[in-house]
């Protein structure tokens, strides 16, 4: 990354919390609504050292590491079912979407009184959240294969299970890393919802736990919290695999 985007945007950081501050002087807000940077910047750092976020940062990570693998195998399956079989697109392919649209924090109840208050509650919302928009790009992979690339394998004496996975796989492989990368942003979304509403641990826990106590300071640092291991996990892991594949493809310069 160019020197002069990272000073753009520590800039741009700079400017926010000046503006944060200035909000907060200006005492538009009670400070027990809107607390100063420095006094939400010193919640995380006690709530890093007593190990509090700790615990519930590894709590999380948990969570999403199990609900993203199983999201990530069932989403594929279903993508593969729905991408090959044109009775299985004609049907259940046309409901796809409508799942993939129910915001993750629906399923939190139905998880709650399927399976009780627990983690494994959370990581079935994760599951949710993440499997449908995982087999929507799966399939779309499946049918972006050029007719051509199938045409000219079929002519070589390719079919079956040799074609699919020599063919079919690599010509899809850029869309498939799109799909991953998606899974993660709604999977990582779909478990904060699941954990806002659980008996923890986790961060969305940790979030509900500072709000019913009126720790705004907390409040506002988990957000932060979030947000940045979400940006961050993005750019540093699934954007630079898509990139690369894409390269790789020719997709991209």
Do not use: C
Request: hydrophobic residues 55%; charged residues 15%; aromatic residues 10%.
């Amino acid at each position: 990354m160019k020197p002069s985007i990272w000073v753009k945007r520590i800039v741009f950081i700079i400017v926010l919390l000046a503006i944060w501050q200035g909000v907060y002087m200006s005492g538009y807000f009670p400070a027990i609504q809107f607390p100063p940077p420095t006094k939400v910047f010193q919640a995380l750092i006690d709530g890093f050292a007593d190990g509090t976020l700790v615990g519930a940062l590894l709590a999380s990570f948990k969570h999403l590491l199990i609900g993203l693998a199983l999201a990530i195998t069932l989403g594929t399956l279903i993508g593969v079912l729905l991408g090959k079989s044109r009775q299985a697109d004609e049907t259940a392919g046309m409901y796809l979407i409508a799942m993939q649209s129910i915001p993750s924090i629906v399923w939190v109840p139905l998880a709650i009184m399927l399976i009780g208050l627990n983690e494994t509650a959370v990581i079935f919302v994760v599951v949710l959240g993440g499997t449908f928009v995982m087999a929507l790009n799966v399939r779309t992979a499946i049918h972006s294969v050029p007719p051509e690339f199938i045409k000219a394998a079929r002519t070589m004496g390719s079919k079956g299970l040799p074609l699919f996975f020599k063919v079919e796989v690599p010509a899809s492989l850029p869309y498939y890393m799109s799909g991953i990368r998606l899974a993660w942003a709604f999977s990582w979304r779909a478990l904060m919802a699941g954990e806002l509403l659980s008996n923890g641990p986790g961060l969305g826990y940790s979030l509900r736990f500072a709000m019913d106590f009126a720790q705004m300071e907390l409040v506002i640092g988990i957000i932060i919290i979030v947000g940045v291991i979400g940006s961050v996990v993005d750019q540093l892991v699934f954007s630079k695999l898509e990139k690369k594949v894409m390269r790789r493809w020719g997709l991209l310069k």
